[in-house]
């Protein structure tokens, strides 16, 4: 089995981080360290082909194979936070080994990220083709306009994207193979049913201006999970951690304090 990259950082109760899709461990890596190392201990995995982690071959198998990666780099008992695809991936975690997780943040994520009937909010199909059809003819150019899509709708988006696509200049490029098998995970995954049974603490955390995950997906919850915790990030985007750091951090250390009593060390 591939062994996926997992940096780790402090001391206290396991907190996991799953990053999304085209990014690595980097991307968020000083948010993390400046809001959560003092009293967690910081495990941040890397997706398949990201950063440093190997990627995963091709087979009709891809998502359990994902899973299996992942899931072998899980500390034996851990709060986990998954941003965009890594929160539909944690969401199947959870849902495979409730004993295993602690609690779920699905940070700028849903149930399922494309449209289908009886679920509006969520990207289109047609959209969703263009983008792997993009991707397969010019996968930097892609990356990029992935990567100011993200920010965009922030507060202060246009300053935000020139600093991120500064930054980006310097770090990896996710293997291609990755990319690809990341877009199919986005484009097949469907948490919904599987959300209804988890009895785990969950917390949805929203950027207010999410152009990937409409405002309005909010009032959806009620009927998925009446239980669920949901905080909006007012002024943010699909990247509230980079954008709002502060008021990201203080909303998902809340939740973990709110918690906590459901932690081991």
């Known amino acids: 089995m591939v062994t996926l990259n997992r940096e780790q950082f402090g001391k206290g109760p396991n907190l996991t981080f799953i990053h999304g899709w085209g990014a690595q461990n980097s991307i968020w890596k000083e ?19 990201c950063g440093d982690s190997p990627a995963l071959p091709n087979s009709d198998q891809i998502q359990q194979a994902w899973l299996e990666a992942l899931q072998a780099a899980l500390p034996k008992s851990t709060h986990l936070v998954g941003w965009s695809l890594g929160g539909l991936l944690s969401q199947q975690l959870t849902a495979r080994n409730p004993q295993q997780i602690l609690s779920l943040t699905n940070l700028a994520s849903t149930p399922r990220f494309i449209q289908t009937e009886g679920w509006k909010w969520a990207v289109s199909p047609e959209l969703m083709n263009d983008f792997i059809q993009a991707l397969s003819r010019d996968t930097l150019a892609t990356l990029q306009h992935f990567w100011k899509l993200q920010i965009q709708g922030s507060d202060g ?10 930054q980006m200049k310097t770090r990896k490029i996710p293997h291609p193979r990755s990319l690809a098998q990341g877009l199919q995970l986005l484009k097949d995954m469907d948490n919904r049913d599987l959300l209804q049974q988890l009895e785990t603490p969950v917390l949805w955390l929203l950027g207010e201006n999410d152009p990937l995950i409409p405002q309005a997906f909010v009032s959806e919850f009620c009927t998925i999970q ?27 250390r809340a939740f973990l304090q709110k918690h906590s009593h459901s932690t081991t060390v």
């Open 226 to 252: 009446p239980n669920a915790e949901i905080s909006l990030i007012q002024g943010a985007a699909h990247m509230p951690f980079y954008s709002h750091p502060q008021e990201t951090a203080q909303a998902l």
């Open 31 to 49: 948010w993390i360290l400046n809001y959560f190392s003092d009293d967690y201990c910081v495990h941040l995995i890397e997706l398949p082909g």
């Open 157 to 166: 988006a246009r300053q935000l994207i020139k600093l991120f696509m500064t």
